[in-house]
């Protein structure tokens, strides 16, 4: 059997980059929640939510409202094979959601995290997947703790991971088919912006 091979190939992180919390609805619930993964730009955001609403509402889930959040690309993490050694622990979707919301309050506060899932050699294609928000000018060492011990799917080939900025964000109606800016929290204790 041949021995894996780490940290070889390096992802391109686009300087901006969209994450949307989709607001999901049921009979029992009603949760912003993150969407695995990043988009190009808003209208390629928006048809996925426009997409999952639909691939839901057959089984009584709907995804009326989203907030998109323009990410601007802040630092690349080097990897290092010790990133895929740790035990995995999993991590409650409670806690991840937990983060989120408290993101949401103060977005200027915090950067998120995003993980190289998969190289698609045949698109020549990153998929970059959002994982969790972690406070600004954070230590990089406690960063890639989080991924050794987290249940994150992080292609063994990638050389680096990244963390962006939250730039803004729009609110996305499906019901009327608009997107409109909003406007986000940046400093502690600040007026919004």
Not at 45 to 64: M, P, W
Not at 91 to 105: A, E, F, L, P, S
Not at 111 to 121: C, T, Y
Not at 147 to 162: E, F, G, L, P
Request: hydrophobic share 35%; with cysteine; net charge positive.
């Amino acid at each position: 059997m041949a021995k894996a091979r780490y940290c070889y190939l390096e992802p391109e992180y686009p300087q901006r980059v969209i994450m949307v919390m989709a607001y999901i609805e049921d009979s029992k619930k009603h949760i912003f929640y993150p969407m695995d993964l990043v988009y190009k730009n808003k209208s390629e955001a928006v048809a996925q939510v426009k997409l999952i609403h639909e691939n839901l509402s057959r089984k009584g889930v709907t995804v009326d409202a989203a907030v998109l959040y323009e990410l601007k690309l802040s630092q690349k993490i080097n990897l290092t094979q010790d990133c895929w050694e740790g035990e995995n622990k999993e991590k409650n979707g409670y806690w991840r959601y937990k983060r989120y919301i408290t993101m949401m309050g103060q977005p200027g506060l915090y950067e998120i995290l995003i993980l190289p899932r998969n190289w698609d050699a045949k698109r020549k294609i990153w998929q970059l997947a959002v994982s969790i928000p972690f406070y600004r000018g954070g230590e990089i060492g406690f960063i890639e703790q989080f991924i050794k011990y987290s249940r994150d799917v992080v292609d063994i080939r990638a050389k680096s991971c990244a963390t962006y900025t939250l730039e803004k964000s729009y609110r996305f109606s499906r019901e009327d088919n608009e997107l409109k800016q909003a406007e986000m929290l940046m400093e502690p204790n600040s007026e919004v912006n």
